[in-house]
């Protein structure tokens, strides 16, 4: 990894996507975070949209992605999505999400 890999950007823009758009950042940001990535608290600056936004704020409250991964609101069961036995798509995309922070 190239050393300017471990300098944050000056600007971190981050768009929406409702729940899983807010798993998803965290995630990707979680893995940015690690050793060799760059601090994603850092930033001089954070425009976001919808999610972005909540995920923004956060990032300058100082909390890890990691950390807002186990935090993320319980979706319904499956069934209740639905109305079949199966959980829905998005659902069952949140949960590998949200699996990954506890890795």
Request: glycine share 16%; charged share 15%.
């Amino acid at each position: 990894m190239s050393p300017l890999a471990t300098i944050p950007p000056d600007v971190l823009v981050l768009g929406g996507g409702g729940l899983l758009g807010e798993a998803w950042m965290n995630a990707v940001l979680a893995g940015l975070d690690e050793p060799g990535g760059f601090d994603v608290c850092a930033c001089t600056g954070y425009i976001g949209t919808s999610a972005g936004s909540i995920v923004a704020a956060a990032l300058v409250a100082g909390v890890r992605p990691r950390d807002r991964l186990g935090r993320l609101p319980v979706q319904p069961a499956g069934e209740e999505l639905n109305g079949h036995d199966q959980p829905s798509p998005i659902h069952r995309a949140l949960e590998a999400a949200a699996d990954l922070g506890t890795a």
